[in-house]
């Protein structure tokens, strides 16, 4: 799995200690240039400690005890260590890597993202269930440069889970839209839904929210106009992450538009009517459903059926009457398999 070098924001966490995401990358020679805040809550090692060094435990490559890029490295889909943290506890992580390109497509660093599975109390499960996930998301191809866009899709899910763990109120969501973004797409514009552009579209809509404070993002009660404004920029956000990287190109419209209104007031350009981008409308209905029918801390998720009538009800002011029309039109045990979590 490959992705060119300084895209990433490692500012990744969780609030539930058994979730906190340690992410770290290290340049080809094994040398330390960026530490998440996850890494000292866990590890107890501070950025300011270990920046510009190699990490103080072995790297996860069975046989190798230098951090340095390795033949082999890219190859890693897995792997359960044990590391020591700085009063010399230890503790269970499963890693994954990333490994960056430069320019000329040589590796110029790795992107390590570790989970704590030392204390998850339902230990054997939940560790099962996400060895699948995992090798499920990483492990399509295991020479990376043997297949370029499965390389791509891999990163853009790498990217999704790091989204995912910055915001903890919404488990699940990002798969869960993206589904139901990919069966509207697919009953609206037929042939042109494979366009692999609009998945990623959907895998990363929310990944300006890297950029939103984490106190704004948990935050149980209702926001402040200050935070609101942090809200509201997250699709600009979003947008400038991607707009270095050439092939996330055409996934920057959903991303920066998602929340445009068909009547004009969304934001953030106040786009209207077919101003918005397809893709876009089309996802606005998704992420709407899902949110509506999501149990939050403040609030129990509404039936699915209500959540539709509600969107049929804002069709012409919020949403595409047309996008909404398919909506519709669609069985709504489909819809339902797709969101099967608020059943659960």
């Known amino acids: 799995m490959s992705t060119p070098a300084g895209q990433t924001n490692l500012t990744l966490e969780r609030e539930n200690a058994d979730r906190v995401l340690i992410a770290f990358e290290t340049d080809r020679d094994g040398v330390l240039r960026r530490w998440s805040e996850g890494g000292h809550r866990v590890l107890g090692f501070a950025a300011s400690e270990l920046i510009g060094q190699s990490p103080p435990f072995a790297p996860p490559w069975p046989g190798h005890a230098d951090w340095a890029v390795v033949a082999g490295a890219e190859d890693l889909v897995d792997a359960t260590v044990v590391w020591t943290d700085r009063e010399g506890g230890p503790h269970e992580l499963a890693v994954s890597t990333t490994t960056f390109l430069d320019a000329d497509g040589h590796p110029d660093g790795v992107l390590f993202s570790a989970r704590d599975i030392s204390q998850v109390s339902r230990d054997r499960e939940q560790l099962a269930v996400y060895a699948k996930e995992m090798l499920d998301s990483y492990g399509r191809e295991l020479h990376a440069f043997a297949d370029l866009e499965q390389s791509y899709r891999n990163t853009v899910e790498a990217l999704a889970v790091a989204v995912e763990s910055k915001d903890s109120t919404t488990g699940g969501h990002i ?170």
């Open 175 to 344: 798969r869960r839209v993206s589904r139901l973004g990919a069966l509207l797409a697919q009953a609206h514009l037929g042939d042109a839904a494979r366009d692999p552009q609009l998945e990623y579209g959907f895998l990363l809509h929310d990944v300006g929210k890297l950029a939103v404070p984490d106190a704004v993002l948990s935050k149980a009660g209702a926001l402040s106009s200050d935070e609101w404004r942090f809200i509201r920029q997250h699709p600009v956000e979003g947008a400038r992450i991607l707009a270095a990287v050439p092939f996330l190109a055409g996934a920057v419209d959903v991303v920066l538009h998602h929340h445009e209104r068909w009547d004009g007031t969304g934001y953030p350009d106040g786009l209207a009517g077919e101003e918005i981008p397809i893709g876009a409308r089309l996802f606005a209905i998704a992420d709407t459903i899902d949110a509506m029918t999501s149990d939050r801390p403040y609030r129990s998720g509404l039936p699915l059926a209500a959540a539709i009538d509600e969107v049929v009800r804002l069709a012409g002011t919020q949403f595409d009457p047309a996008c909404v029309g398919t909506l519709t039109r669609i069985e709504e045990d489909h819809l339902s398999a797709l969101l099967e979590h608020h059943d659960a």
